[in-house]
């Protein structure tokens, strides 16, 4: 009691130093705390990915194409429940800065493989029904103000002109992770055009995407796809979703080691700065940790004081941090939404931070702690007089 | 304690010096005194001379190169760094030149703080300091911080936390040396009466002849030797 509210009243004497020192641990547990999220928001397509679903693409790079052909072939491997297959559309609606991820698929099958979108049962048959139909996430609706039975005209990068959509549904996801800024529209409407206009680029697909009965026969059935494919002309590679969505990320993973790099050296600073501050601190109070050694208080009394207030001063930081990183990140991820569509704070930051808190208080007390215990008293009274 | 006999403080050969760069700088050499039990002793000498050392020594915040101190009986120059911060809780009583209260507690919480490092109970503790203000006058002040103190009531907030665990011997360097004179005889009068109505020891470090006349001894500390006893009568 008595000792507690020495090391409060301790912590705040010198409140402007206190105060900056908070704000400083606040600002880098915020900093720390965001990079994280970034970090998680980059991996979420992955944590998110199905493990009954395998993705095959072309064995050169996702550029390449395979041909639509393949989708019966893969049928017939045994283990597999279903065939859908996708095409990167590219398209931008009116600005390039507008960007959300469109594909054309096969809708039916796309329907059945991704029971985490969720679309209401009408708006399903509407979309089925119209060959122009197109289902949007509810995050790019809200940000476009799309509602149903809307025109949207994209314009296709990939595949040059404007494209015509009439917004038949909107899913919503069935978890947090789940990603609600994806656009789908009818895979053959993209193709239909395409033997008009460029037949060479018809009746080709991106990637397959394929169901299995269980995520244990996966290998084997990635296996046996490959295979049949091989010395062919377009040779396949099958994966899992979640390590094809890796593989997108490899891309960029050296982006991801810089901000997991800068978050740590974030925290390494305000361990210098808190240092700083509990040594000044008890430089400062030399005299009174010499009077109360000469009392008979002890090493642990003294240490417990300092370690005490270093823990006080990065607990108000580490806390204030913690509370405004909610805020920050909904901030974040609302402007950054087209880039992460999925931008929540785990509780492992939440629990870095903490341990983040620990470490900064422990390593800025541990050299004060030492000069105060090993500290003559003689000498520490000399100081006063 | 009472039933012991013989003198309080025994300091026997003691030689103490300091390093100063490659130098060695003898600061006392072959001090050898007693002190009664109930003595008021007063420590005299030019600046200096050695005069905080040696009560250093007596009150075990400082190791001597050699020579032996026993305070009340125990041998304090054999007691290791742990053992001597124990016998300090409860054997000496310290009274500093500037009061060296702790800024951000209470005139009370400065006095209860000795108190923390014994067994004794919250109620326990609260009667104590109670009755060790009151002894200096200063009840009404309980509720006080040390800077709303003028400097002569931080002093006495020093002895009522010097008195508190009713020490073997209290201890008190240059305790008048930052006081009007007002305040000085105040203190002094304070410290008269603890010897002689509570029947303390008091060794006590001063160069101002007025204070020292409330003295039963004075010793004189002059480059590192011990003059003769002088009766403070002769001083005045
Ligand atoms: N920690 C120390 N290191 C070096 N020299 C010291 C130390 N403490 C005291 N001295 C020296 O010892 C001598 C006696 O000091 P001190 O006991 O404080 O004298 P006094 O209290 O009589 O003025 C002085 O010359 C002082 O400079
Ligand atoms: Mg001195």
């Known amino acids: ?21 908070v704000l400083g641990i606040t600002i880098a547990v915020l900093a720390f705390g965001l990079l994280r999220t970034v970090v998680g928001a980059w991996y979420a397509g992955v944590e998110a990915s199905s493990a009954t679903r395998l993705v095959t693409r072309n064995a050169v790079s996702l550029v390449f194409f395979l041909p639509i052909s393949y989708k019966e072939k893969i049928r017939q491997v045994p283990g597999v429940t279903e065939v859908g297959y996708s095409d990167w559309f590219g398209g931008v609606y009116k600005d390039e800065k507008n960007f959300f991820p469109n594909f054309a698929t096969d809708a039916k099958t796309a329907i059945d493989l991704f029971p985490e979108f969720i679309i209401p049962a009408d708006q399903k048959t509407a979309f089925l029904r119209d060959r122009k139909g197109a289902v949007v996430g509810r995050k790019t609706a809200e940000r476009f103000g799309w509602k149903l039975g809307d025109i949207v005209t994209l314009k296709g990068t990939i595949f040059p002109g404007n494209w015509e959509f009439v917004i038949r549904g909107i899913y919503r996801g069935a978890q947090k992770s789940t990603d609600e800024t994806q656009f789908f529209f009818h895979w053959s409407y993209l193709n239909e055009s395409l033997k008009k206009t460029a037949p060479y680029r018809a009746d080709k697909v991106g990637w397959f995407l394929i169901g299995v009965k269980s995520p244990d026969v996966a290998p084997d059935v990635a296996v046996t796809i490959d295979k049949m494919f091989k010395n062919s002309l377009a040779e396949t590679i099958t994966e899992t979703e979640k390590a094809f969505q890796l593989s997108f990320i490899s891309m960029t993973e050296a982006i991801v080691v810089v901000i997991r790099l800068v978050s740590f050296i974030v925290i390494v600073i305000i361990m210098a700065v808190m240092a700083n501050t509990m040594a000044m601190t008890v430089r400062e109070r030399t005299g009174e940790y010499a009077i109360m050694k000469t009392l008979g208080f002890g090493g642990w009394h003294i240490s417990g004081l300092i370690f005490g207030e270093s823990l006080v001063i990065a607990a108000i930081g580490c806390a204030s941090g913690i509370a405004l990183t909610f805020p920050a990140a909904k901030a974040f991820g609302d402007s950054l939404s087209q880039f992460f569509p999925v931008f929540i704070v785990a509780r492992s930051t939440i629990y870095m931070d903490m341990a983040a808190g620990l470490i900064v208080a422990t390593v800025a007390a541990v050299f004060p702690i030492w000069r105060a215990i090993t500290l003559r008293i003689a000498d520490g009274l000399r100081r006063i007089g | 304690m009472k039933t012991r006999t013989g003198p309080i403080v025994e300091v026997r050969n ?40 040696l009560l250093n020594l007596i009150a075990g915040i400082d190791k001597a190169d050699s020579g032996t101190i026993t305070v009340g009986g125990i041998e304090i120059t054999s007691l290791s760094e742990t053992e001597l911060a124990g016998w300090r809780a409860t054997n000496v009583g310290f009274i500093f030149q500037f009061y060296n209260l702790i800024p951000v507690l209470t005139a009370f919480e400065n006095v209860e703080l000795p108190l923390l490092l014994t067994g004794l109970s919250r109620s326990g503790r609260r009667e104590h300091v109670d009755l060790a203000l009151k002894a200096v006058s200063l009840s009404d002040r309980a509720d006080h911080y040390p800077s709303q103190l003028s400097g002569g009531q931080q002093q006495r907030v020093a ?16 305790p008048t040396g930052d006081l009007d004179r007002h305040s000085a005889e105040e203190i002094l009068d304070l410290m008269e009466r603890l010897v002689h109505e509570l029947g303390k020891t008091v060794i006590m470090v001063t160069h101002d002849p007025r204070a020292a006349g409330k003295a039963h001894i004075i010793k004189h500390l002059e480059k590192g030797v011990l003059n003769s006893d002088v009766h403070s009568e002769d001083t005045l």
Do not use: C, W
């Open chain 1, 1 to 21: 009691m008595f000792i507690l509210k020495i090391l409060f009243k301790n912590a705040f004497r010198h409140k402007l130093r206190t105060s900056l020192t």
């Open chain 2, 14 to 53: 003691i030689y103490k010096s300091y390093r100063r760069g490659t130098q060695t700088v003898p600061v006392l050499e072959d001090i050898t005194f007693d002190i009664q039990e109930g003595e008021f002793l007063a420590l005299m000498g030019p600046s200096g001379s050695g005069k905080s050392t």
């Open chain 2, 159 to 174: 002895i009522a936390r010097a008195i508190i665990t009713d020490p073997t011997i209290l201890v008190a360097d240059e």
